[in-house]
């Protein structure tokens, strides 16, 4: 990064609360958006980037304060992720996987071992990666008495390279038992190709990886007790609480490319000649278009900070949650990554009207937005999030657990 980075953020006392973290993530975003279409172009590995947000305290929201982690909820989690989005998207993918890779071992895992992994990753500041992508072919888990071998390929792994842990996931061999496990991310066995090339989200790191008989302990086999697992409704949750994690990056990059063009329109764009106006900003197609614009998403941040609510009070009684209360709250994640896939789309392509030609320059990055939108978006078929509320509302019809329901 070319950027000068605060050096005080380790001597100054943590955020006191909810708005205290989302102003430290603010600040993060200042640093983040000085050289954010720079490095989008250059397309380098952010090791420094996330030394950043381990620096600002960010990587550690969710951890428990007793061993130095923020002590927050989801919901301030997901305006964290929001915010660190406004100003690079990447970064903002990246920071949100890690909250759901570090979470995993509570959604999955004993009260003992998420205990012990949620106190180690505060103590020493890891960043989660993950090996978990379901498109592609399981991953084989042999079971070699004391310990797990894990072998496979996974197209991506978001993380890879500047993790310091990853999320690994297979099928126990010979069974249909699927088996979590948190190693570090240079342990033998585990290479990353650095194979990411994409239109969008360039600085995500999330290349192929191959697993070679990487092993682990059986007592890290998240969930289970003398090799076997112990089943709970919570342990579905990932996939709502990670879908929920896309809408707030998206709504959040949508953000960022409201305020960029504005502050274009205002500094550089030129009125049309024979519109009879000196101003960009006295346009009325300029003024309508912002306006439209901004209350599409206001209304689709409220919908996400709603339902980011309601997903609160299920991860704060985790042996509660019934598969009604997980089905519903799925329902509400679809409605919510719908809608933002929509609003982020249209408001990173619109942008361009009333900025004009000039603000296509490769230097002024407006494009970065909208590429990244689209890149992630195609991650799951949004139809499909709309088939489980209209399924919901018609026939009242829950959504089955999958990995992308």
């Not at 989302?22 to 030394?51: C, F, M, W």
């Not at 799925?330 to 982020?344: H, N, P, Q």
Request: net charge negative.
């Amino acid at each position: 990064m070319s950027t000068v980075v605060p050096t005080d953020w380790k001597t100054r006392p943590a955020p006191g609360g909810p708005q205290g973290w989302i102003a430290r993530a603010a600040e993060v975003a200042a640093v983040l958006a000085t050289d954010a279409a720079a490095r989008d172009r250059a397309g380098a590995t952010p090791y420094a980037e996330v030394q950043l947000l381990k620096d600002s305290g960010l990587v550690t929201l969710l951890g428990p304060a007793g061993h130095g982690g923020g002590g927050q909820d989801w919901p301030t989690a997901y305006r964290v992720i929001r915010e660190v989005s406004k100003a690079d998207g990447s970064l903002g993918q990246l920071l949100g996987y890690h909250y759901l890779w570090n979470w995993a071992a509570r959604l999955v895992g004993t009260r003992e071992q998420w205990e012990q992994v949620e106190a180690e990753a505060a103590r020493n500041q890891w960043f989660f990666g993950g090996a978990v992508n379901p498109r592609d072919k399981d991953v084989v888990v042999r079971d070699e008495g004391d310990t797990l071998a894990f072998s496979g390929h996974k197209s991506f792994s978001t993380g890879s390279r500047v993790s310091d842990v990853t999320v690994l996931e297979g099928v126990l061999e010979g069974t249909e038992n699927h088996v979590f496990a948190i190693v570090p991310s240079d342990s033998a066995g585990l290479e990353f190709h650095g194979d990411w090339d994409n239109i969008g989200q360039r600085l995500t790191e999330s290349g192929s990886v191959t697993l070679d008989e990487v092993r682990v302990p059986w007592a890290a086999a998240a969930g289970y007790v003398d090799k076997s697992f112990q089943p709970r409704v919570y342990n579905t949750l990932n996939v709502p609480t990670i879908q929920l994690v896309f809408a707030h990056f998206y709504l959040g990059i949508a953000a960022g490319a409201l305020e960029t063009a504005a502050a274009y329109t205002r500094t550089k764009a030129r009125s049309w000649l024979h519109g009879g106006y000196e101003r960009a900003v006295d346009e009325p197609y300029v003024i309508d278009t912002y306006g439209d614009l901004t209350g599409k998403l206001w209304a689709a941040e409220a919908l996400a900070d709603r339902v980011a609510e309601e997903g609160q009070r299920l991860h704060e009684a985790p042996d509660a949650v019934t598969e009604r209360d997980r089905g519903e709250f799925e329902v509400r994640v679809a409605a919510v990554k719908a809608r933002a896939t929509e609003v982020a789309l249209e408001v990173t392509q619109r942008i361009f009207e009333v900025t004009g030609a000039r603000s296509t320059a490769s230097a002024e990055g407006l494009d970065r937005f909208w590429r990244n939108v689209r890149t992630h978006t195609l991650h799951d078929p949004v139809a499909y999030k709309r088939r489980e509320i209209g399924r919901f509302v018609l026939s009242d019809e829950l959504p089955e657990p999958t990995w992308y329901s």
